[in-house]
């Protein structure tokens, strides 16, 4: 497997400032009392429950920054849904080096990879209805880009990255505006190409395709009122259904034809995946 790369990522300054905020600006004073400093380990890091796995690469970074001759052999892939008890990597290396980066590497493999298994059960959920599954913005601040690339990894397509890749006109925005119709002429008058428009009334969807947008939100419908909003937009711009959905709820959604359904939980409720490293002596 080779270093991860992702834009607006950068693998090294990650690796360090994780590292720097576990270690202060002192030592593993645990490792280095009591482990011999010639001595070496071998370690196997596995999953003890069934995961979609992600973050591996990022996980191997953290041994490589303390001890840039560790070999690490990566036994499945990123995105590769697996069995618990599955061995995902394997290391050899300085014992104090491996035991100083263990936390930093499982704390990331087990975030990014219980992301990756919530997505991939959400995705599974609508498996055949033609709806694509999107994450949202709710991500924890810095970790934006790992965690979608963790969605991805579960099997969904990325919404909008931040702020600055698509206009999302929500009802603060209307509100100000004085009407959908009028917010989206302004976005189109500033010359942004992606216009995305929430609406929670179905009285709102023609002002809005009439003053151009590109798709329409079609937040916290219930299934017959989402049914109704894709037959009246027949097919004129994209749809996304959002707002509360859950995994007993979202295969009754992808059925009323959205195109698109995003879910904040995938990234900002996703348990840790359980995931271990043991270490033995060479």
Known sequence: MSELRLDGFDLGAFVQATLAEDLGSGKDITSEAVIPADLRFEGVMDSRDPIVVAGLSIAAGFFRALDPDVEIEMLVDDGQRVAAGT???????????????????LNTVQHLSGIATLTRAYVDAIAGTGATLLDTRKTIPGLRVLEKYATRMGGAANHRMGLWDAAMIKDNHVAVAGGVAEAVRRARAAGIAEIIVEVDRIDQIEPALAAGTTRLLLDNMEPATLRGAVTLVGGRVPTEASGGVRLDTIRAIAETGVDFISVGRITQSAPAADIGLDFASL
């Open 87 to 105: 061995d995902l990597m394997r290391l050899r290396g300085r014992a104090r080096a491996m035991l100083t980066a263990e936390r930093s590497a």
